[in-house]
T-cell receptor, first 111, second 117 residues
Framework: QKEVEQNSGPLSVPEGAIASLNCTYSDRGSQSFFWYRQYSGKSPELIMFIYSNGDKEDGRFTAQLNKASQYVSLLIRDSQPSDSATYLCAVARGGGFKTIFGAGTRLFVKA | EAQVTQNPRYLITVTGKKLTVTCSQNMNHEYMSWYRQDPGLGLRQIYYSMNVEVTDKGDVPEGYKVSRKEKRNFPLILESPSPNQTSLYFC????????????????FGSGTRLTVV
């Protein structure tokens, strides 16, 4: 079992819809959780950070964390074609010194 | 401009020929890390450094070396590259390690695509 698991996709949604991306992790001691976006041929960029149970909203993005069930999700409202990218879930453990990435979910937003 | 600079962007080399990939950041970040990215496997941590002269292994350190003699630089050294080290490499830095409440996410370099033949 991988430490951080994501569905590889592709996830295809129409423009204007809500895209829902999910991630599960195995280490219950994990402290901080991140979502990165990676466009094809580019480096990852940080889009969301969450550390406590519940929801965190930033513009069109909402991150959700449920530590009891060990999952993190990312909702993208009013999806745009420019949101088409691979979304990487990352989990910090080991006192924060190690950050483990999932393999990523490819999102395709159809115009 | 705040950035992480990696060089070279592309490198083709032969098995056994020592090489160094450089990484430099201008943000006075304490924490730096190297990752490799392979299809289906995602980003895997090679080494990380908490500060000058302090480094530790990540999940896939075999065949790699690092050093942190200055805060801004964190080179990745392949003493004897092999074809299974063909990959896309990313250097990343953050102000410090992420803790329970601090958003110390990474800033990534542009990547180095390495091919070992």
């Amino acid at each position: 079992q991988k430490e951080v698991e994501q569905n590889s996709g592709p996830l295809s949604v129409p423009e204007g819809a809500i895209a829902s991306l999910n991630c599960t992790y195995s280490d219950r001691g994990s402290q901080s959780f991140f979502w990165y976006r990676q466009y094809s041929g580019k480096s990852p960029e940080l889009i969301m950070f969450i550390y406590s149970n519940g929801d965190k909203e930033d513009g069109r993005f909402t991150a959700q964390l449920n530590k009891a069930s060990q999952y993190v999700s990312l909702l993208i409202r009013d999806s745009q074609p420019s949101d088409s990218a691979t979304y990487l879930c990352a989990v910090a453990r080991g006192g924060g010194f190690k950050t483990i990435f999932g393999a990523g979910t490819r999102l395709f937003v159809k115009a | 401009e705040a950035q992480v600079t990696q060089n070279p962007r592309y490198l083709i080399t032969v098995t056994g020929k020592k090489l160094t990939v450089t990484c430099s950041q201008n943000m006075n970040h304490e924490y730096m890390s190297w990752y490799r990215q392979d299809p289906g496997l995602g980003l895997r941590q090679i080494y990380y450094s908490m500060n000058v002269e302090v480094t530790d292994k990540g999940d896939v350190p075999e065949g790699y070396k690092v050093s942190r003699k200055e805060k801004r630089n964190f080179p990745l050294i392949l003493e004897s590259p092999s074809p299974n080290q063909t990959s896309l490499y990313f250097c990343a830095s953050s102000l410090s390690r992420p803790t329970r409440s601090t958003n110390y996410g990474y800033t990534f370099g542009s990547g180095t695509r390495l091919t070992v033949v």
